[in-house]
């Protein structure tokens, strides 16, 4: 933290780990067994700068400090993944903000075995990631990614996952995105058959009756701590913001607008609706976006 970050005493907070169980979601676990398909591996190159400090290796890419151990031929694929995501997410979700570099890049540290990254991070060795930031008087002043680079595959898809977190920050340096909005679309930004997967759990769940109300989802600060809790947490999370993706003409910007009015206030209408009617909106949007084995966002409708 810098000095005048601690000046401005900004908000600290650090984003839930990637299970070992996953998945589905960052702990929903998956049915089958089968592991979540990798992100696609990039095969163009990234310039890098190559230095040493503190025992690390260190690569720097335009927007990314990448930390390792003699984990070059990762590094520069991840590079061009990082960078690609950002560039893809940003226009997607803060299209206003731009693709300029950022004046703080974003330190990723990659733990080659469980238990370096349990003793360096103090995660469970069963985790595989997380992100951190902070932010304060509407700046990031830190962003930063611990994660397991053991599983190559996996680390790519956890690597977009937690990217996501550190990029909506840039939109919310003023109050913190709440917890569900936040896991919500960093959830969206996953492979389709992931979603499909976790919505079609979802709809079971809330078939027998489970599930949060939308008014408690809306006004969580903390994750679940029972594991049931947190799948459904996640699940939920992340149908949500699919089912106003489908219904927002302007789609991204509306979500996101619909997440600043939540953060005014629970009591009054959100985008015109009340939370009961929406909550009835939204169950009736998954059960039949779940039998219809797809969902057509508000941009792809005729």
Not at 100 to 127: G, H, M
Not at 210 to 215: A, D, E, K, P, S
Not at 265 to 290: I, N, Q, R
Request: net charge positive; glycine share 6%.
């Amino acid at each position: 933290m810098t000095a005048s970050c601690r000046r401005c005493l900004p908000l600290i907070f650090v984003f839930a780990a990637w299970s070992v169980s996953t998945g589905l979601g960052p702990v929903l676990r998956a049915e089958n067994g089968v592991p979540p398909a990798p992100v696609k591996q990039p095969v163009k190159q990234e310039a890098l700068r190559h230095t040493q400090a503190n025992g690390w290796h260190i690569a720097e890419s335009r927007n990314f400090r990448f930390h390792h151990h003699s984990q070059s031929n990762l590094v520069a694929r991840l590079a061009v993944l990082c960078e690609d995501s950002r560039t893809a997410i940003r226009q997607r979700w803060l299209s206003a903000y731009g693709t300029a570099n950022w004046s703080i890049k974003c330190d990723v540290f990659l733990y080659p075995t469980p238990t370096e990254y349990q003793q360096k991070t103090r995660f469970p060795a069963d985790s595989w990631g997380f992100a951190d930031l902070e932010i304060g008087e509407g700046k990031v002043w830190m962003r930063r990614l611990d994660l397991r680079s053991d599983n190559e595959a996996r680390v790519f898809n956890v690597a977009v996952h937690e990217l996501t977190h550190v990029i909506l920050a840039d939109r919310f340096a003023h109050k913190q995105i709440p917890r569900w909005a936040d896991e919500g679309i960093a959830l969206n930004s996953e492979p389709p058959a992931r979603q499909k997967d976790m919505r079609g759990w979802l709809a079971a769940e809330i078939k027998q009756g489970r599930g949060f109300t939308l008014h408690q989802l809306l006004s969580m600060q903390q994750y679940p701590q029972n594991k049931h809790l947190g799948d459904l947490f996640y699940a939920q999370s992340g149908s949500l913001v699919e089912f106003l993706l489908s219904q927002n003409s302007d789609s991204e910007e509306g979500v996101l607008r619909f997440v600043e009015g939540a953060q005014q206030g629970l009591d009054k209408p959100l985008s015109g609706v009340t939370l009961t009617k929406l909550e009835s909106e939204w169950k009736a949007w998954l059960m039949k976006s779940h039998a219809a084995g797809g969902v057509q966002l508000a941009a792809d409708r005729p």
